[in-house]
């Protein structure tokens, strides 16, 4: 079974600060891909990133970056210097590809305030 | 490039009543996927359709849920005899033909409200 934890429910920072975001995933497949979604007060999924599992390589996108480590499991997705804009849930997701299907599976998602 | 359009945004249906979403996928895309979300949780997969192919279906409630997609016009999402429960958003989700490791887009999704 695929499973994806976020173990952090909420976090409140204040703008200018670094914030991280846990992501822990289970699953068999030996290929799989990762994925970090933002859904801001206005309801809408916003797509950020997606990660293979044969791709380690950290990624940068501007105040945006993200840890995959194959080892424990995790995908952390890193904010700094946080904006007031960035208060959002933000997602982590897990798709495999046994099966044929392309289902993704969500965590619960962690919800980010960012005060000024 | 029109993004997934789902409407209506908004239905409100008392206990009893039907209720169909529909789903545009993105201009090129052939795959739909429904999700829902409960208050306070994370998404739920619910349904994978290709165009008058139901692929995956392991998410969908036994009962009074069903999907289709067909050769035109948009994806429907139908739930029967709608109770207090079925209260959620709905969202629904689009990808290019398989090939590749393609994101799924999502649309604004439906706000369902059973009165």
């Known amino acids: 079974a695929q499973k994806v934890t976020q173990a952090q429910t909420e976090i409140s920072v204040v703008e200018k600060e670094d914030v991280t975001l846990d992501c822990v995933y289970e699953?068999?497949?030996?290929?799989?891909?990762l994925f970090w979604y933002k859904q801001p007060p206005s309801g809408e999924l916003v797509f950020l990133i997606r990660?293979?599992?044969?791709?380690?390589q950290n990624e940068i996108s501007g105040r945006y970056s993200w840890n995959f480590q194959k080892s424990t499991s995790s995908f952390n997705f890193t904010i700094t210097a946080s904006q007031v804009v960035d208060s959002a849930v933000y997602f982590c997701?897990?798709?495999?590809?046994?099966?044929?299907?392309?289902?993704?599976?969500f965590g619960k998602g962690t919800k980010l305030t960012v005060n000024p | 490039n029109a993004g997934v359009m789902q409407n209506p945004r908004h239905l409100v249906r008392r206990r009893g009543q039907e209720a169909r979403l529909r789903c545009s996928p993105m201009?090129?895309?052939?795959?739909v996927y429904w999700y829902r979300q409960l208050p306070e949780e994370g998404l739920k997969f619910m349904v994978y359709?290709?165009?008058?192919?139901?692929?995956?279906e392991s998410g969908m409630p036994k009962e009074r849920f069903s999907a289709e997609f067909p050769k035109e016009g948009p994806s429907i999402l139908r739930i029967q005899q709608v109770v207090r429960g079925d209260s959620a958003a709905y969202f629904c989700?689009?990808?290019?033909?398989?090939?590749?490791?393609?994101?799924?887009?999502f649309g604004p999704g439906t706000r369902l409200t059973v009165t």
């Open positions: 989700a689009s990808s290019p033909p398989s090939g590749g490791p393609g994101e799924q887009y």
């Open positions: 699953t068999r497949d030996t290929t799989y891909y």
């Open positions: 990660r293979n599992s044969f791709d380690e």
């Open positions: 997701a897990l798709r495999g590809t046994q099966g044929g299907s392309e289902k993704l599976v």
């Open positions: 201009k090129g895309h052939s795959h």
């Open positions: 359709l290709q165009k008058e192919n139901i692929i995956d």
